[in-house]
């Protein structure tokens, strides 16, 4: 039998109702219910006592909610430090794999990224706690450790905060004006009247629902969460490529970004949704929120792997005093010069353009060497030393490039043998294989966002991504069994029988060393009327009209010649085609200030003569 309501003294009616204006508990006949009063008072000027005003909130059965709680599940601190052992198994995973990929040493690259990550936990604005259960037993408080999650049991350290004493209740109805005899206690008619109950905790929460908006926490809510974000960036799988890539700076391996990207997106790397190569035995412990964390969506920018790297690098430098080396650069900037199809020659002068506006080789700027200071207020560092050196190098071959043939729109053609410029292929040439080289491969089909959709794919790309998704999604559930036959899908439709000739038809293409297939475009490999049309046409020489854009300018537009070479920048780097126009507008004007620095010093020369 359920409890009696409370009945109208007057009229025994059960039904009770909240009038809207004046905030009174009225019964179906009108009277008012009496002893119950809701006070609101507003002013407009506060005094220097506050009103405390009491809320009535919901009794939880906390017994019971923790009988319904799944007793395998981690929270709290412990599962925390479980979110880190699974981060640790997975970067032993990526380790090995990385190993066979590129055929690396396993056992000191191995022992680097062990001693590395040991550095990154001890560098986290929010380290790990120990291993709470075992941490807890060895302490006084073992005693009142839950053993479902393994954090304090509150029920044993505050039994008040479940059970409210009846004097609270009593000085609260006194507070409230419930004085004298004929007044009944709250609790009692919470506990005769569910209906009333929740009358009276409807009209306490709109009471001091104004009040709450205005409180100093809700102002600063917004501003906590995003140091809190920030906080939680430098612990997330991201954190982990940080970790192989400094690792491979430790053994000067030259690697770019984009190929971790790469190998994560082809699903050579686990990094995309990796909770299925952890053993149950982790898996059964992770919440839902944690799932989330340790299963990206898509692999991380360039950019954001650089910061990661680049942090690690200078915290490991000024705590521990270790020194991560310089970057291989000549590996890299060959790889630079080949990815627009150039020569030895385009090599040699990026090479030049780099020293002349001294890149900074270093994963920081703290790591590099300051500048020479010819005066006191000169700098010791340039804007932009802090980008990623395949940046860098991209951009000083896009520069040399901007210097031979302009991209402004305008021809320009050298008038002599001996000039560099008629080594180089015609700039039609050069922008038809860029642009060719533009269009959507199987690299770009694996991207995580990718570049076309499958209206656009050709029958050949349709047939390389089915034989991929044939490659990885079967074994995601059950790897063993897709390869032994137990599987269901792997028994009916044996797809691991058949050769998937494509794949290794593009890993055979990619890897033969380009050649370059251009002609020079020096005077004498034109025909002599092209000849004649061109020196009517008073072509200017190479570097003799430079265009610098300002990209800060959001109206203007860059020619089609200069954004196609962004571009190819841009998709080697995988940093966007904004980035590198800023990066080498910056080096333009430091070649146009050490210019005048020389002919200053040349000027000054012939004075002093």
């Given amino acids: 039998m359920g409890k009696q309501r409370q009945r109208c003294p007057i009229c025994q009616s059960t039904k009770w109702r909240k009038d809207a204006s004046s905030g009174r508990v009225l019964c179906s006949e009108g009277h008012i219910l009496q002893n119950y009063r809701n006070e609101t008072i507003e002013q407009t000027e506060f005094g220097a006592y506050a009103m405390r005003k009491r809320v009535l909130k919901k009794q939880n059965d906390r017994q019971g909610d923790a009988g319904r709680a799944n007793p395998h599940l981690y929270h709290g601190s412990r599962a925390k430090f479980h979110y880190f052992q699974c981060l640790q198994l997975l970067l032993r995973m990526q380790v090995r794999a990385l190993c066979l990929e590129w055929n690396l040493l396993l056992k000191e690259f191995e022992v680097i990224c062990r001693d590395l990550w040991a550095l990154h936990v001890s560098l986290l604005p929010n380290p790990p706690p120990p291993e709470p259960y075992y941490h807890a037993q060895d302490t006084a408080q073992g005693d009142n450790m839950d053993k479902t999650t393994g954090s304090l049991n509150p029920r044993q350290v505050q039994p008040a905060l479940n059970e409210e004493p009846d004097e609270l209740l009593e000085s609260g109805a006194s507070e409230s004006g419930l004085e004298g005899d004929n007044a009944l206690p709250r609790q009692r008619i919470l506990d005769s009247d569910p209906m009333l109950a929740a009358l009276l905790r ?5 009471s001091s629902g104004g009040s709450r908006s205005s409180t100093p926490y809700q102002e600063d809510k917004a501003h906590r969460q995003k140091k809190k974000e920030v906080r939680n960036r430098y612990s997330k799988p991201a954190a982990n490529i940080s ?3 400094l690792a491979c700076w430790q053994l000067r391996v030259p690697v770019t970004y984009m190929d971790f990207i790469s190998l994560i997106n082809q699903y050579r790397l686990p990094y995309l949704e990796p909770t299925h190569l952890l053993p149950s035995s982790l898996t059964k412990h992770l919440t839902e929120t944690t799932l989330l964390a340790l299963s990206p969506q898509h692999a991380p920018s360039a950019v954001v792997i650089h910061s990661l790297t680049s942090r690690l690098a200078k915290l490991i430098k000024q705590r521990y005093n270790i020194h991560t080396p310089e970057f291989n650069t000549a590996p890299v900037l060959w790889r630079a010069v080949r990815a627009f199809n150039g020569s030895a020659l385009l090599y040699s002068l990026s090479k030049t353009i780099g020293g002349i506006v001294s890149l900074t080789l270093n994963v920081n700027r703290s790591l590099a060497p300051p500048l020479p200071r010819q005066k006191g207020y000169d700098p010791t560092y340039h804007i932009g030393d802090n980008a990623p050196p395949e940046l860098s190098l991209i951009a000083c071959v896009c520069l040399v490039l901007k210097m ?6 305008r021809d320009q053609l050298p008038k002599d043998t001996n000039d560099p410029a008629s080594s180089f292929p015609p700039k039609g040439e050069l922008l038809a294989e860029l642009s060719s080289q533009s269009v959507p491969s199987l ?3 694996l991207l995580s966002r990718p570049a076309c959709t499958s209206l656009e794919m050709t029958d050949s790309d349709v047939d390389k991504y089915l034989n991929f998704c044939e490659r990885v999604l079967p074994r995601r559930d059950d790897p063993e069994g897709a390869k032994t036959g137990f599987d ?3 028994r009916h439709f044996p797809i691991y029988q058949r050769i998937d000739q494509s794949e290794n038809q593009e890993s055979t293409d990619s890897a033969d060393v380009p050649h370059s297939v251009f002609m020079p475009m020096g005077v004498l490999s034109q025909p002599p009327q092209d000849a004649a ?16 854009y300002n990209t ?5 537009a860059i020619p089609y010649d200069y954004e196609t070479v962004l571009e190819a920048a841009g998709s080697w780097t995988g940093i966007g085609k904004e980035d590198v126009g800023g990066l080498v507008e910056r080096y333009e004007r430091r070649i146009i200030r050490w210019w005048e620095m020389i002919r200053r010093g040349e000027d000054s020369g012939k004075g002093g003569a």
């Fill in 488 to 490: 269901t899908i792997a």
């Fill in 533 to 548: 049309r061109s020196s009517e046409r008073q072509a200017s020489l190479p570097g003799e009209n430079h265009v610098i």
């Fill in 443 to 445: 690299s770009d089909i």
């Fill in 202 to 206: 409807e009209a306490s929460e709109s």
């Fill in 552 to 556: 800060n300018d959001i109206l203007g």
């Fill in 404 to 409: 031979i043939y302009g991209l402004d729109g």
């Fill in 243 to 245: 970790i192989l890539m």
